[in-house]
């Protein structure tokens, strides 16, 4: 029945594990950020400016994926997407209130972050990993926010993007490591990019590492008292994974479901955490249901042996939702005084 069960020991080595050749730079942070590391930032200043060039991450060793595989999964074309996902592209785990259809479920999800970050009317969003830009827009359109800031590494997303335009609605093709704004946020969302944010096979210490990293760029992005809501899928327990899903997502890895309160840990105060995993099998199996009503047409536009694929893949990780194996979480952060 497990298809997850499979995995065996075709543990798939990320093709950058070692991208850029860069060793692990753990030295001691400059005075500026050892400043902002240890809260000491202007809390009453919404500019970055202070640290200028120095509000760049440390430089420590690049994990996950890079841009051509996240290239590689994510610009399919938007007409094949749209057909699996429905119009607003959203491609993450629905929130669903009983017999929600997955347009509800949807929208209820991008709500539910919108308060956990207490984002509404705040003044200034970030969603690191923006995918179509359904959060950005729901932000501008009904939460009144004057200036969002969406990042992906997909270029056909950021398009798709820029051709609804809104507004104060930006979007960058940009890695959040190299992302420097001169003015804080109010608040950060990130929904289902955290499991692109290491690849397969990195020694533990380095991938509790790169996490840390994430919330230390949370950390210099968000003013005082600033929320982060975070939706990541996490095994349940150590597991080998699918190589199915190794292929079909390549350099990139899932935390383990302890991983994210960890590497918060010193920065942030952990304020919810749910794990809704029947809410992504749900979620998966109106996807594989929305792919079938299309077959034909599906075909017609990535060929037979990639709609073959990506049905597997529904299935496979639906399976994964409903054994417990991986769980579905959604926490949020409140930036430590
Ligand atoms: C599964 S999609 C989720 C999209 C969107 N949040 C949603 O719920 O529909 C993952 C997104 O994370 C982005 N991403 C992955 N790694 C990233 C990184 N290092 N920096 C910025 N974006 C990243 C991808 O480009 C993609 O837009």
């Not at 607003?88 to 629905?94: F, N, Q, V």
């Not at 003013?223 to 349940?236: C, N, P, Y």
Request: proline letters at 4%; a negative charge.
């Amino acid at each position: 029945m497990s298809e997850l069960r499979e995995a065996g020991s075709n543990c798939y080595k990320g093709k950058n594990g070692n991208r850029n050749g860069a060793k692990l730079v753990r030295n001691k942070p400059s005075k500026t950020v050892s400043r902002l590391l240890s809260g000491q930032q202007c809390a009453m200043n919404d500019e970055i400016t202070d640290v200028a060039g120095d509000s760049k991450a440390p430089d420590l060793e690049r994990t996950g994926a890079s841009p051509e595989a996240i290239i590689s999964h994510y610009d399919k074309g938007e007409d094949f997407f749209k057909l699996v996902l429905g119009p607003e592209l959203i491609y993450s785990c629905a929130l669903f209130e009983s017999d929600d259809d997955l347009a509800e479920a949807q929208r209820r999800k991008l709500d539910y972050h919108i308060e956990a970050a207490n984002a509404a009317n705040a003044k200034r969003v970030l969603d690191v990993g923006c995918g179509w830009g359904a959060m950005l827009r729901r932000l501008v359109d009904h939460a009144e926010v004057p200036h969002v800031v969406g990042l992906t590494l997909s270029p056909s997303q950021a398009n798709w993007i820029r051709r609804q335009p809104r507004p104060g609605l930006e979007v960058v093709e940009q890695d959040w490591r190299d992302h420097q704004p001169t003015q804080r946020y109010d608040a950060i969302i990130s929904v289902g990019a955290f499991e692109h944010f290491v690849q397969k096979g990195l020694d533990p210490v380095k991938k509790l590492d790169a996490y840390r990293e994430f919330f230390d760029f949370c950390d210099r992005m968000l003013v005082a008292e600033g929320k982060i809501s975070l939706q990541t899928i996490a095994f349940s327990e150590p597991h080998e994974g699918h190589p199915l899903l190794e292929k079909t997502f390549p350099d990139s890895d899932l935390p383990l479901i302890w991983e994210p309160i960890a590497a918060a840990e010193g920065k942030f105060v952990l304020t919810t955490l749910r794990n809704d995993r029947d809410h992504y099998y749900r979620t998966l199996r109106a996807w594989e249901q929305n792919l079938m009503a299309h077959y034909a047409e599906a075909i017609e536009l990535v060929g037979e042996s990639t709609v073959a694929d990506f049905r597997r893949y529904l299935r496979i990780s639906a399976t994964g939702f409903r054994m417990g194996i991986v769980s579905l979480l959604r926490m949020s952060f409140q930036k430590r005084m």
